[in-house]
Antibody, heavy 120, light 110 residues
């Protein structure tokens, strides 16, 4: 079955960087666009970024544009999110999510998330 | 402040029908499909409605979705205790070139 396993979270100081990973299995990774979605403690869901199946297209939320970079390794079926110039408000549980098979689809599978805490 | 607007809470007794609204704009709900996600506290979200009104396999037919203009709604009929969760609507926004979520609605089964 579809499995998405995030890792790389932790406690990091403001202004520093971090790289999150999402290891996938159970489906043909190269056929799907992939997303990162985050959830601050006690708050709602916030979409962060998406990358197309072939890495040619990326889109970002305004709140992270210019600081975060989404990428993927289609040989190793892994999704990444590089977080730079971190701020306190970036503290959240970061989920990776698979985009459905159609262009107009939404997020059809989710990982369990990895927690990023930005604190001095 | 979320781009899509949902009521913060909704409740009902077992067996009742609960409806959650989601209001957007012409560039979000007005132009694109709406999706609904259920999140039980401490767990990852799970899709319960896609493309406005299509139920994924495994989702009970007690769940139904609709869309009209720039608003959408999710209805849960025959409410059960296991339906108690947070529910989020989501849609692509053409103006923002990104996905937007509602702020979430906490459904309580009394």
């Amino acid at each position: 079955q579809v499995q998405l396993v995030e890792s790389g979270g932790g406690v990091v100081q403001p202004g520093k960087s971090l790289r999150l990973s999402c290891a996938t299995s159970g489906f043909t990774f190269t056929n799907y666009a992939m997303h990162w979605v985050r959830q601050a403690p006690g708050k709602g869901l916030e979409w962060v970024a998406v990358i197309s199946f072939d890495e040619t297209l990326t889109y970002y939320a305004d709140s992270v544009k210019g600081r975060f970079t989404i990428s993927r390794d289609n040989h190793n079926n892994t999704l990444y999110l590089h977080l730079a110039r971190l701020r306190h408000e970036d503290t959240a549980l970061y989920y990776c999510a698979r985009h459905g098979p159609g262009t107009s689809d939404g997020f059809d599978s989710w990982g369990q998330g990895t927690l990023v805490t930005v604190s001095s | 402040q979320s781009v899509l607007t949902q009521p913060p809470s909704a409740s009902g007794t077992p067996g009742q029908r609960v409806t959650i609204s989601c209001s957007g704009s012409s560039s979000s709900i007005g132009s694109n499909y709406v999706y609904w996600y259920q999140q039980v506290p401490g767990t990852a979200p799970k899709v319960v409605m896609h493309r406005n009104s299509q139920r994924p396999s495994g989702v009970p037919d007690r769940f139904s979705g609709s869309k009209s203009g720039t608003s959408a709604s999710l209805a849960i009929s025959g409410l059960r205790s296991e339906d108690e969760a947070d529910y989020y609507c989501a849609a692509w926004d053409d103006s923002l070139s990104g996905w937007v979520f509602g702020g979430g609605t906490k459904v309580t089964v009394l």
